[in-house]
């Protein structure tokens, strides 16, 4: 039976800028009365925690604190963004020996404790770890993912909405795979209110689609390289996804968002974390969507998943 846990209670596990900008936004969301920082420099913990905690009289009432790994067994998520940062010039899959030797430390801790809320993993590289996480945890496969490709498949609407002068909430699009180099933007699933991206383009005036849609598929993937180059880090922007993960499962909104899980015959995938569209409720993660994909996108998502599987094998666990 699954222990439980305190709906309104959230825990951040590494306080870096992913970590306390991700606490930033989800105090500012409302939706949690009672949140715990945790940093393997604790000061770093309390320092966020009384920076954020200050700005509580201009927000909802809520409970901001550093702590341990005692303080967050009844939480209802406990969000993993503890790691080594993405460097200049370096591959999210290059962190896998860093960040798996971390995640080798705080799992057990989590585990031990036989911690009874979702843990979502946000530090990269997600698809490795939210594995990782899962296999050292021994937690339901349901109560282990990661953000995935959230982040990317904002992007992706982001620069479509650019692109066409179209309000990016009404663009349904999808970024699967690695949240890395070998992801896939799923083009054949894309869509404007339930008009193919391609008639969509042809009705703005656009007619090199397939050139223009591979240079926004290449300003998807290498906008968290841009935007390291420019200002070292990211965090903004993954704050938000986490934000919004985190809205699905406490309001139970079965909404369908690409997170990373363990896939188990889908495409042919086994045995390997990548992202695809999944309902995402109050018990995590839900029933995967099945994609009708282009010859070609299978092809990817095959070589995407085949390059994870070949750092998997690379690992100790």
């Known amino acids: ?16 800028f992913v970590g306390s900008s991700s606490a930033f936004a989800i105090m500012q969301s409302g ?28 927000a909802k009432p809520m409970t901001i604190t550093a702590g341990n790994y005692d303080d967050i067994q009844d939480a209802a998520i406990i969000i993993v963004t503890a790691g080594a940062a993405q460097k200049p010039g370096e591959t999210r899959l290059d962190l896998v020996k860093k960040n798996v030797g971390i995640f080798k430390t705080i799992i057990p801790e989590l585990k031990k404790r036989d911690c009874g809320g979702i843990l979502l993993i946000v530090a990269n590289p997600v698809d490795i770890l939210t594995y ?16 995935g490709t ?28 690695e949240h890395g180099d070998s992801e896939i933007v799923a083009w054949s699933q894309a869509n404007v ?4 991206i391609s008639r969509i383009c042809e009705l703005r005036g656009y007619t090199t689609h397939d050139e223009n849609m591979q240079k926004i598929a290449d300003d998807v993937k290498n906008s968290a390289y841009k935007i390291i180059e420019k200002k070292h880090a990211t965090y ?5 996804a986490v934000r919004r993960i985190c809205e699905a499962i406490v309001r139970d909104e079965r909404s369908i968002l690409p997170i990373s899980t363990i896939q188990h015959g889908a495409h042919g995938i086994s045995d390997v974390a990548l992202s695809m569209p999944t309902v995402v409720g109050a018990d995590g ?7 009708e994909l282009s010859e070609n996108e299978e092809k990817e998502l095959q070589e995407s998943a085949k390059t994870l ?3 998997l094998d690379s690992i100790e666990l």
């Not at 209110?193 to 193919?196: E, I």
């Not at 993660?285 to 994609?291: K, N, S, V």
């Open 31 to 58: 939706l949690f009365t009672e949140m715990v920082l945790i940093d393997a420099v604790a000061d770093k913990a309390e320092g966020e925690a009384l920076d954020i905690a200050h700005g509580l009289p201009f």
């Open 132 to 147: 990782v996480a899962a296999k050292l945890s021994g937690f339901p496969e349901n109560r282990v993912f990661g953000s």
């Open 193 to 196: 209110s339930g008009v193919p």
């Open 1 to 16: 039976m699954r222990k439980a846990v305190n709906p309104q209670k959230v825990a951040i596990i590494g306080c870096g």
């Open 150 to 177: 959230t982040l990317d498949s904002s992007r992706l609407k982001y620069l479509l909405g650019e692109h066409l002068s179209i309000d990016a909430r009404s663009i349904h699009a999808w970024v699967i795979g």
């Open 309 to 311: 599987k070949d750092v």
């Open 236 to 240: 903004y922007g993954v704050a938000m």
């Open 285 to 291: 993660a839900g029933t995967q969507i099945p994609l």
